[in-house]
């Protein structure tokens, strides 16, 4: 399986590192914001999109015709994120190619779900918290921590 794994670097990156032996055995190609953070994943395909925030109309621009530049030419069965407007995007246009979704929610939101995660649950295939009492029927489930 072809995975794309999406993340802002800083927190996001590393949550997201954490959660590689889950995908060893699969193709992945990963997607962050800081070109460092390549060191990280010796021998796989990084791509380095640059971060922005929904106040930055522009930066939302170009990092959305990125991302989807990514997933036309990288094609993944799945895109999985830690996080945050990288992977939402990521996972709002991989849906729409018709690739499998997750979002794990970072365990720094841990008095209620990010925005990023409010916005793609209608996306995923499984929509995931790190906090027990922030799951609930029909929102995020809870599958354990990854710190």
Known sequence: MRILAVASGGGHWVQLLRTAPALE???????TTHAND????????VHVVND???????GSFVLALRIAWILLRE???????????????????????????????????????????RLVRRHCDLWLTQWPHLAAPGGPEYAGRVF
Do not use: K
């Not at 055995?25 to 997607?31: E, L, S």
């Not at 390549?38 to 395909?45: T, Y």
């Open 25 to 31: 055995g699969h193709d992945v190609v990963y997607v």
């Open 38 to 45: 390549r060191r990280d994943v010796p021998g796989r395909c």
């Open 52 to 58: 922005a925030t929904r106040w930055n109309r522009w």
């Open 75 to 117: 094609r993944p069965d799945a895109v999985f994120s830690t996080g945050a407007a990288p992977g939402c995007l990521a996972i709002l246009f991989g849906r729409l190619l018709g690739a499998r979704t997750v979002w794990l929610d970072s365990i720094a939101n841990s008095d209620a779900v990010s925005l990023s995660g």
